[in-house]
Every structure is written in structure tokens, then in C-alpha cells.
């Protein structure tokens, strides 16, 4: 009778990290667009704007998982003929509910001229994100 209770109690000691991680590493996933991002037309966030660069933003796209997190796969080309370090606050991803905000830290070399392609973290929302815009005028 004694060794039921221990299997029982072995059985719940291994299953429960397989329970956990199975949710901490939620799939990532595309976000399916169905407008154009150039046809948003929400109010301009003073308090959270991009720091100017000298990068152009080719292209990007929304990503997520079921928790809400989202993320962009942004590509991105050096204007310049020398190395750039981008920081966060370089980006600003805008959510359907029209807020603003910067991804998480992020420190991403550039090499001359180069064109890279990477995943910007901008945290938990209930709203997905429709855009990433940049300042390099």
C-alpha cells in the first residue's frame, strides 16, 4: 500500500515540468493582416516617438502567441557607409487600440550598407500590433 502513494507522488514530480514548460514556450505565430498599415491613421504619441536613425524599414510583420505576447520580424537596410548599433528606442510598434510603444532592450549591430533581418519583443497586449515605425527623416 505504501508504494502507491510514492508512485503517485513520482508521477506528479515528473509531469509537472512538462506541464510548465509546455506553456512558457508558447509557438509564435504570423498575425494575419487584412488592412495596410500606411491606412492607420491614429493620433500621434508624443510621449513615446522614435529616435531619429539612418536606417530604412523594408518591411516587417506582426507576430504572437495565445498569451497575447507581440512580436515584429522587422527588415531592416543601413543607410550609412559605416557600422550602426540600433537600440529600442529606435522603433515604435503601434497596437490596434491606437497606443504606442517601444519594444524591449535590444542591442543589434549593422554592418556598412548591410541589410538584417530580426524580431523586435513589444511585450503582453490584448491588441495586436499593426505597425512599426521609424524616424529617418
Excluded: C, W
Amino acid at each position: 500500500m505504501t508504494t502507491r502513494p510514492i508512485l503517485f507522488a513520482m508521477l506528479i514530480a515528473l509531469a509537472s515540468p512538462m506541464a510548465n514548460a509546455a506553456t512558457a514556450g508558447e509557438v509564435v505565430t504570423f498575425d494575419r493582416f487584412v488592412i495596410d498599415p500606411e491606412e492607420l491613421f491614429f493620433e500621434e504619441d508624443k510621449r513615446i516617438r522614435p529616435d531619429k536613425t539612418f536606417i530604412n524599414l523594408r518591411n516587417f510583420r506582426a507576430m504572437s502567441n495565445p498569451n497575447g505576447d507581440r512580436f515584429a520580424l522587422v527588415t531592416v537596410q543601413n543607410q550609412l557607409n559605416s557600422k550602426l548599433i540600433l537600440d529600442s528606442e529606435e522603433f515604435v510598434g503601434v497596437l490596434a487600440d491606437g497606443t504606442h510603444r517601444y519594444p524591449r532592450e535590444i542591442d543589434i549591430s549593422l554592418d556598412a550598407a548591410r541589410t538584417r533581418t530580426f524580431v523586435l519583443d513589444f511585450g503582453n497586449s490584448r491588441f495586436p500590433l499593426v505597425k512599426v515605425i521609424i524616424e529617418n527623416g
